[in-house]
Structure formats: C-alpha cells, structure tokens
C-alpha cells in the first residue's frame, strides 16, 4: 500500500464521519432538545425579569 492509497482512504473516512455528524446535528428526533438547549441562555432572563417587576427602583 503506498501513501497515495492511504490518504485516499483517509479521505473518504474523514468524509464519511463528517456526513455522519451532519446527519445527527440536523435529524428530526434531536430537534426539540437542539432547541431547548439554544433557548437555555434566556431562561434565567426570563426569571429574573418577572422577579424585578416587583421591585421599585
């Protein structure tokens, strides 16, 4: 095996696993918690919003 042979199998390995993490990121089933996961950031805006409405400055 000489090293053309072995980088181009290194490629389609590479290529195959980058298709492989293409295919979880955008599958349906992991949607709602992609979501959920991109929405936690305000989760504790939220909270501490509706806590200072009750508070006069």
């Known amino acids: ?14 290529f195959a696993s980058f298709i492989g993490i293409v295919w ?3 599958g349906k ?8 996961a991109a929405n936690l950031i305000f989760a504790d805006e939220q909270k ?4 200072d409405q009750g508070v006069t400055k």
């Not at 095996?1 to 590479?14: E, N």
């Not at 501490?48 to 806590?51: F, L």
């Open 1 to 14: 095996m000489d090293i053309g042979t072995i980088h181009s199998i290194w490629t389609i390995v590479l």
């Open 24 to 26: 979880w990121a955008y």
């Open 48 to 51: 501490t919003s509706s806590e």
């Open 29 to 36: 089933s992991r949607k709602a918690r992609f979501d959920e």
